[in-house]
């Protein structure tokens, strides 16, 4: 049996990881029943504003469960302090286990530079007063309305950008109008002629800095929306924006945790070795191979790699530098792949084509593999480039110069529901077709 209490595991955990050179942000453990587990895995943070979809992912999360497809073991929220949430209903050995994993998790929030950019202090009370602004919204401005615009700025979640330079209005000169007749000093000899001194004309037009992509921003300052609306989708695009390090950072965060739980408990000394052997059975069912590109897998076995090719020094220095694609791309190297598959970590062998399951599986060259894995990676967010705004039609102009063509029903869906939040006619160029938005279609969508 595991002996002392949750207080005391995680106080030794703690200084098992400092004297292993993790330095975690200082983290809370509640342990909670599992219905407030899959509440928490479907809003992602406590207190976040209320939306249809987290009841979708609250109904798969309890079903996984259920039918024992999936366990959501824990849940940690990245904030100045951390806060992890633990399942009730877990053995103790599970949770010295899950313990450990939290506090690497913690040190990779602290030491990423793409985490520590969007963490906030008392992370959970901004999202509550988000929430209370939206809540609002839905009762100044109607279900209809509010539900509305919330679905809108979520279909945007991939068009933003934290380097954002909003578009300025300008003035540019017309073209000079033709030089009026020669004055007629016959006729006119004893009249006096008045010479106004005449203006320049000019026309407004926006100057749009190169490459401005974050599409979500552009509708909250130039759309037309009223103010309340405009705070709301700049509140929902600060959101996106905390959550998209966590998302471009999966597989080394969950790797590094990963890595790091199973160094951790090797030392803890308030259990039996049937608990380690208990917690160990988890760990083998977490980081199942069979998929190579399990994150838990992979990244645990990509850190464990490159701390023996290059010391645990370096890689705290890739934690603090790198995304997972950057990561991949750098550090998955022939060299890394082959020590990799002389430790039977990863395979020599491409797996059977499933077109022809009676042939023989073929040797898998390092180079080889290492290019599929790496493109596995490659970003497929097409870029949506802000091209030219007509201030007087209020007509915005899109473009997309990306080589594969866009799905046809889902881009549709993406333009109305720009024109919805723009409130003007929007176009969308790109070198395969052209897509007119209809914001009365994303009102009338279901």
């Known amino acids: 049996m595991v002996h002392g209490t949750l207080d005391t595991w995680v106080e030794e955990l703690n200084q098992l990881a400092l004297a292993a050179n993790l330095r975690p942000l200082p983290t809370e453990f509640q342990v909670v029943s599992d219905e407030v587990i899959y509440t928490l895995s479907s809003y992602l943070v ?3 504003y209320r939306h249809w979809s987290y009841g979708e992912r609250y109904w798969i999360a309890k079903q996984q469960d ?20 633990l399942l009730d209903k877990n053995p103790d050995a599970y949770h ?24 906030r202090q008392n992370v959970g009370l901004w999202f509550r007063e988000h929430a209370q602004w939206i809540e609002n919204l839905h009762q100044q401005h109607g279900f209809a309305r509010a539900s509305a615009l919330l679905d809108a700025a979520r279909t945007l979640y991939q068009l933003i950008d934290s380097h954002y330079r909003p578009p300025t209005l300008e003035r540019s000169p017309l073209a000079p109008e033709p030089a009026p007749a020669p004055f007629d000093w016959v006729r006119h000899l004893y009249d006096e002629p008045k010479f106004e001194p005449l203006e320049a004309p000019s026309a407004p037009t926006y ?46 965060n969950e790797g590094w945790a990963t890595y790091w739980h199973v160094q951790l408990i090797r030392h803890f000394s308030q259990w039996d070795d049937q608990d380690h052997i208990e917690a160990m059975r988890l760990h083998a069912q977490v980081t199942q191979p069979s998929q190579l590109l399990n994150p838990y897998y992979l990244g645990w076995t990509l850190w464990e790699l490159l701390a023996e090719s290059f010391g645990l020094t370096r890689c705290q ?16 190297s022939d060299d890394v792949v082959r020590l990799g598959q002389d430790r039977h970590l990863l395979p020599d062998h491409r797996p059977i084509s499933p077109d022809d399951p009676k042939g023989e599986s073929e040797y898998y060259p390092p180079a080889e593999l290492k290019e599929d894995i790496q493109r596995a990676f490659v970003v ?13 039609t209020h007509r915005l102009t899109l473009s997309y110069e990306g080589k594969n063509p866009l799905h046809p029903s889902y881009t549709q869906d993406v333009v109305d529901a720009i024109a919805f939040l723009w409130g003007g006619p929007v176009s969308l160029v790109s070198h395969h077709r052209t897509w007119q938005g209809d914001e009365h279609a994303w009102q009338k969508r279901g």
Do not use: C
């Open 46 to 48: 406590p207190g976040r």
């Open 66 to 85: 259920e039918r024992r497809l999936g366990r959501i073991y824990e849940l940690v929220v990245n904030g100045d302090p951390a806060i992890a949430y």
């Open 96 to 119: 010295v286990l899950v313990i450990g994993h939290v506090l690497a998790h913690a040190d990779f929030f602290a030491h990423n530079r793409w985490l520590s950019q969007v963490r």
């Open 207 to 252: 100057r749009v800095w190169p490459k401005t992509r974050d599409v979500l921003a552009l509708m909250g300052d130039l759309g037309r929306l009223d103010e309340d609306e405009r705070v709301a989708i700049a509140m929902l695009r600060e959101e996106m924006l905390y959550f998209r390090p966590q998302q471009e950072t999966k597989v080394m």
């Open 317 to 332: 220095t890739m934690i603090e530098q790198e995304t997972d694609q950057s990561w991949i791309r750098q550090w998955f």
């Open 380 to 392: 497929d967010t097409p870029e949506i480039i802000v091209s030219a705004i007509d201030p007087d």
